[in-house]
C-alpha cells in the first residue's frame, strides 16, 4: 500500500528529465513511482527523488509503446500503493523528420508514442481516477503542435492530435474530482533537443517544471512556457501560409 496514505505520483517515461524535475518537485513525503523502459537503470533517478524527499521510491518496468501493458500497469500501481494522486505522461520522441518524410514506419511509430500511447494511457488513467473521484493528470503538448510547421510536422501533428485530445479529455472529467493539466513548452534546452539551434523563446526543464508544478497546485487547466509564448502563437496562428510554410523548426 501506499507508504504515505496520500496516494502515489506516478511518472510514466521515468527517466525523462522534465518528468524527473517535476517529480522533485512533487516527492517531498510522497510515493514516487518511476515507470520507464530499463527500470533496473534508474538508479541516478531514485536517487534523485530520495534526495528531495521523497517517502519512498518504486520504479516498474514500463514500455508506451506496447499499449497492452497499460491497463495491467495502471491496475498494479494502486493495487501496490493506493489510488493515484498524480500521474505524469513525460514519454516521448521527437523522432527525425527528414526520415519520417520518406519512412512511412517511422512516421507512424512517432504518432504512436507520442499520440497512440498518449491516448491509451490517459483513457486508463482517467478511468481509474474517476472511481476513485481523485486525482490529477499532466499531459505534455507543445507548442509544435499549437500551429503545425512544415519543419517539423510529423511530431507536431501528434502534439496537435494529443492536445485537442487532452482538451476535450480535461472537459469531460469536470466535476469528477480528477483534473487535468495541459503543459505546452516551446523549445526547451535538453536531451531531446540536443545539437539543435535553440528556437526563440527557449526554457530549460527545470523552468517548465517549475510552471508545471505551480500550475499543479493551483488546479490550472493549461499553462505555457514561458508564458510570453501564448500571446506570440495567438499572433503566429494568424500568419499567412506562405510565411509560415518557411518558418524553422
Ligand atoms: N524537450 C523539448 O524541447 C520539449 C518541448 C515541448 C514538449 N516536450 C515534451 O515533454 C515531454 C518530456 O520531454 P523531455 O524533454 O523530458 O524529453 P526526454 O528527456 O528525452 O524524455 C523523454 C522520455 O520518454 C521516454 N520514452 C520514449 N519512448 C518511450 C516508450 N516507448 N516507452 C517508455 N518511455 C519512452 C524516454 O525513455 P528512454 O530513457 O528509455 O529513452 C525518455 O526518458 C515529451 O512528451 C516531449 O515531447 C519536450
Redesign the pocket.
Known amino acids: 500500500m501506499d507508504d504515505t496514505g496520500a496516494g502515489p505520483i506516478l511518472i ?10 517535476l517529480a522533485r518537485r512533487l516527492a517531498p513525503e510522497a510515493t514516487v513511482v518511476l ?4 527500470a533496473d537503470r534508474l538508479d541516478e533517478q531514485v536517487a534523485m527523488l530520495q534526495a528531495a524527499g521523497a517517502a519512498a521510491v518504486h520504479t516498474q518496468e ?5 499499449l497492452a501493458s497499460h491497463g495491467p500497469l495502471v491496475a498494479s500501481v494502486v493495487n501496490a500503493h493506493g489510488p493515484i494522486a498524480t500521474a505524469v ?6 523522432g527525425d523528420q527528414a526520415r519520417a518524410e520518406t519512412d512511412a514506419a517511422h512516421a507512424t511509430a512517432i504518432v504512436h ?2 499520440y497512440v ?2 491516448v491509451s494511457m490517459l483513457t486508463h488513467l482517467a478511468a481509474v481516477m474517476r472511481q476513485a473521484g481523485r486525482g490529477s493528470l499532466v499531459v ?5 503542435g499549437i500551429r503545425v510547421r512544415r519543419a517539423n510536422y510529423v ?1 507536431g501533428s501528434a ?1 496537435a492530435g ?1 492536445d485537442g485530445f487532452a482538451s476535450g479529455l480535461a472537459d469531460a472529467l469536470h466535476g469528477s474530482g480528477v483534473g487535468l493539466l495541459i ?11 540536443q545539437g539543435m539551434a535553440p528556437a526563440p523563446l ?1 526554457s530549460t ?1 527545470q523552468q ?1 517544471a517549475e510552471a508545471a508544478a505551480h500550475a499543479l497546485a493551483k488546479g490550472r487547466r493549461t499553462v505555457w512556457i514561458p508564458w510570453a509564448l501564448r500571446p506570440t502563437f495567438f499572433v503566429m496562428r494568424l500568419l499567412p501560409q506562405f510565411v509560415w510554410r518557411r518558418m524553422p523548426r
Open positions: 510514466l517515461g521515468g527517466r525523462s528529465e522534465i518528468g524527473i524535475e515507470a520507464a523502459r530499463n514500463f514500455d508506451a509503446d506496447d505522461l513525460a514519454f516521448g520522441i521527437l508514442t507520442d500511447a498518449q505534455f503538448s507543445s507548442v509544435a511530431y502534439k494529443l503543459v505546452r513548452p516551446g523549445f526547451v534546452i535538453g536531451r531531446m533537443t527557449p526543464p517548465v
